[in-house]
């Protein structure tokens, strides 16, 4: 499954792919500005030997969280965090996994081993969250395959526009009348919204101690009904 959550800066995006994460008892995370530090995260700050041994830690399940937070070359760290992402999917292709990247902007998405995991790996147990601030920041060919859009208030015509390429006019017409950290889910697999006006539903500590894993339950907070795509919030 590949989650976008899409908005401006303090609008909550962070902490509500954290949430979904947190849903999934095992989490890989890059975090670039270091905004995820909790009692259950291993944090590494280079791409290299250090991080591998984490990863040896995590495919011995004696890690439950791995965060990756590059002090130097963001692109390098961010290479080596797929690659090993994707060995570890390759190796344990039952686990129930989250990948969460955040603030897409700080690095560049073409990368082999991210292709890999977003086409290959199982859709019921890999969940991949990506963090941005604007739909153009998300590469066309991501966009095409998601399957759940996550997305705060917006006003500008150009992300008005791509939104409304891969939802609906009027998923466009809510997104602009959004309160801050109030959000709209795009299902696109069933083609239908949902609304989220209730930010204490999905707020969670991303720097002390978070919440435990619900197990297998839908990892999304509790929206209001869905609706079909032709009767969007009517």
Request: aromatic content about 8%; hydrophobic content about 40%; overall charge negative.
């Amino acid at each position: 499954m590949i989650y976008l959550a899409l908005g401006r800066r303090e609008q909550g995006k962070t902490t509500l792919a954290y949430y979904i994460a947190s849903r999934l008892p095992r989490r890989l995370i890059f975090d670039p500005r270091g905004m995820i530090r909790t009692e259950r995260s291993q944090v590494f700050t280079r791409g290299d030997e250090t991080f591998q041994q984490g990863m040896d830690g995590f495919d011995a399940h004696e890690l439950t969280e791995v965060v990756l937070t590059p002090s130097g070359n963001v692109q390098a760290a961010f290479t080596a965090f797929c690659r090993e992402a994707a060995n570890h999917v390759r190796r344990n292709p039952g686990d129930h996994l989250a990948i969460l990247i955040d603030e897409i902007r700080f690095v560049d998405l073409k990368n082999e081993d991210l292709d890999w995991i977003l086409r290959c790996a199982p859709v019921d147990t890999v969940h991949v969250i990506f963090t941005g601030h604007r739909p153009k920041d998300v590469p066309t060919d991501i966009r095409a395959i998601s399957d759940r859009w996550l997305l705060f208030s917006f006003t500008l015509p150009r992300d008005l526009d791509i939104i409304e390429d891969q939802t609906s006019p009027l998923v466009v017409r809510e997104v602009q009348k959004l309160s801050a950290r109030q959000f709209v889910t795009w299902d696109d697999r069933i083609g239908s919204a949902s609304y989220h006006r209730d930010p204490a539903v999905w707020y969670i500590e991303t720097r002390k101690k978070g919440n435990v894993s619900a197990g297998n339950v839908d990892i999304l907070p509790a929206g209001e009904p869905h609706v079909d795509k032709g009767s969007l919030f009517s």
